[in-house]
């Protein structure tokens, strides 16, 4: 049986930011699914928490008749991914991803402006924000395929009050804030500058998960690699499973 993956974008974007990093899953081996969290294209929450997160999540699954599904998590889509293994850890696989991990709660600085670019026009937030976390900058044109995208993600966020809410939702939870137990990857860019490798190592070292890290990459890893993503998170799922199957044989 085919494994199925569900990858959950992170703030301020939506199923286009992934896009890539899903294309390089075959479709003879893989199913692929990339799902817009709220409040994109007005979809909105009745509030912005992780109970409610996760419940967008679980009932997607449930709607879609999806069979255990491994979830992919990049950024604050790392942060809802383990908001569901903690409520609905029955709904989905054993294996979990999370790229550019928020392992911890973000530094002050970050928790502050977050909120506040909810306030500011998509342009500004997706150039500033888009050029502070993207690695390769001497690659132009790549960076200018990011910052299309990015700016095309930001744009279908029309509820300002809604964006508020989500933007103060990623500022202050982490996969830390939760309990579950799945054989988790974090996967993070090798000049990840949201959240410190340190913290990473120790966060996946609490849930006994395995870290990896892609050189010449950041927090935007999904865009500025996203093929070496993939085969990572190949390389995870084959060995894992490996893992799963000689444990069974033994207790036969």
Known sequence: MKPTLLFIHGFR???LGLREVANNFSKKSYNTLLLDLP???NNTLKEYTPRLYARFVANYIKDNNLEKPILVGHSMGSIVAAAVAERYPELIADKIVFLSPISVRPNKLFSLASPFSATLPNKVVSRVSTRYLFVPKNDKELLKKTLKTTNACGATYHNKR?????ARFAANHSINDFTFEKQALFLSGEKERLVPREKTEQVAK??????SYIKNTGHLLNYEDPK???KE???????TTKTVAKSRTKKS
């Open 13 to 15: 974007g939506n199923q």
């Open 206 to 211: 609490k849930f006994n998960g395995k870290t």
């Open 228 to 230: 070496t993503v993939a």
């Open 233 to 239: 998170i190949k390389n995870f799922i084959k060995s």
């Open 39 to 41: 409040p994109t294209n």
């Open 162 to 166: 809604a964006l508020y809410a989500s």
